[in-house]
C-alpha cells in the first residue's frame, strides 16, 4: 500500500536555525507532491508543491523543497527559522493511479525556541 | 474568493445522536473528500466523491456516510456516533481536470462525542 513517511514527529529550533523535515514516500508510479502547514487553531494551507520540471521548488514563506526520485523524498528546507513558523507540517502525496487519492504523512509538528 | 466551508467548526454530541457536518465549495470541483485529523496519526480519508452520485469509501470509512447529490456540497452523516469519533474533520476539494491540482481545506470542524 502507498504510504507517506515523516522522519520526526516533533522538532525544536531556535530562531534563525536552519531547518530540514525528511519525508518519504512508497508508490513507484507517478506522484504530485505536497508541504502543507497547519498554525495552531488553523486549517491546512499550501506550502508548495511539486508536479514537474525543477526538482527544488520554492514555496511561500522562504521554504522550499527538495524532489529526489531515486530516494522517493520530498525533503522541506528553511535556511533560517523564525517563531512564526511554529506549526505542524505534513508532507502529502497525491498518487496518481485509479483512486487519484491524496496522502498524508504524519506530521511533524515544528516548535521555534524565540 | 474561491473557499471550502464547513459548518459547524465546533460540535458537541451524545453518543447515538445522528449529526450532519456540512461541505461546500465555490470552485466548480469535482473531487471532495473528508479527512479525520488525530494526534500522531495524521489525516486519515475517511469518504471521497470523485463527481456527482459518485462515492467511494477511504481508509477509515466505518460509522461515516456521505452522499453527492450537488456538486458543491459533500455533507459527512454520523447516524450514531461514538465517542472514537471524537476527532478534527476536514473537508477538501480538487479539480481532477488536467494533471496537477492541489487540494483546497475547510475551516475544520473540531467534534467531541461523549
Known amino acids: 500500500a502507498q504510504s507517506v513517511s515523516q522522519h520526526n514527529h516533533h522538532v525544536i529550533l531556535s530562531e534563525a536555525a536552519s531547518l530540514e523535515l525528511g519525508c518519504n514516500y512508497s508508490?513507484?508510479?507517478?506522484?504530485?507532491l505536497f508541504w502543507y502547514v497547519q498554525y495552531p487553531g488553523q486549517h491546512l494551507q499550501l506550502l508548495l508543491k511539486y508536479f514537474s520540471g525543477d526538482p527544488l521548488v520554492k514555496g511561500i514563506k522562504g521554504f522550499e523543497a527538495e524532489f529526489i526520485k531515486s530516494k522517493f523524498s520530498f525533503n522541506l528546507r528553511k535556511p533560517s527559522v523564525q517563531w512564526s513558523d511554529t506549526a505542524e507540517y505534513f508532507c502529502?502525496?497525491?498518487?496518481?493511479?485509479?483512486?487519484?487519492?491524496?496522502?498524508f504523512g504524519k506530521g511533524t509538528r515544528l516548535h521555534i525556541l524565540p | 474568493e474561491a473557499q471550502v466551508t464547513q459548518n459547524p467548526r465546533y460540535l458537541i454530541t451524545v453518543t447515538g445522536k445522528k449529526l450532519t457536518v456540512t461541505c461546500s465549495q465555490n470552485m466548480n470541483h469535482e473531487y471532495m473528500s473528508w479527512y479525520r485529523q488525530d494526534p500522531g496519526l495524521g489525516l486519515r480519508q475517511i469518504y471521497y466523491s470523485m463527481n456527482v452520485e459518485v462515492t467511494d469509501k477511504g481508509d477509515v470509512p466505518e460509522g461515516y456516510k456521505v452522499s453527492r447529490k450537488e456538486k458543491r456540497n459533500f455533507p459527512l452523516i454520523l447516524e450514531s456516533p461514538s465517542p472514537n469519533q471524537t476527532s478534527l474533520y476536514f473537508c477538501?476539494?480538487?479539480?481532477?481536470?488536467?494533471?496537477?491540482?492541489?487540494?483546497?481545506f475547510g475551516q475544520g470542524t473540531r467534534l467531541t462525542v461523549v
Open positions: 508508490y513507484g508510479g507517478t506522484v504530485n
Open positions: 502529502a502525496v497525491n498518487v496518481m493511479n485509479r483512486d487519484d487519492k491524496i496522502i
Open positions: 477538501a476539494s480538487r479539480s481532477t481536470w488536467g494533471l496537477n491540482t492541489e487540494a483546497f
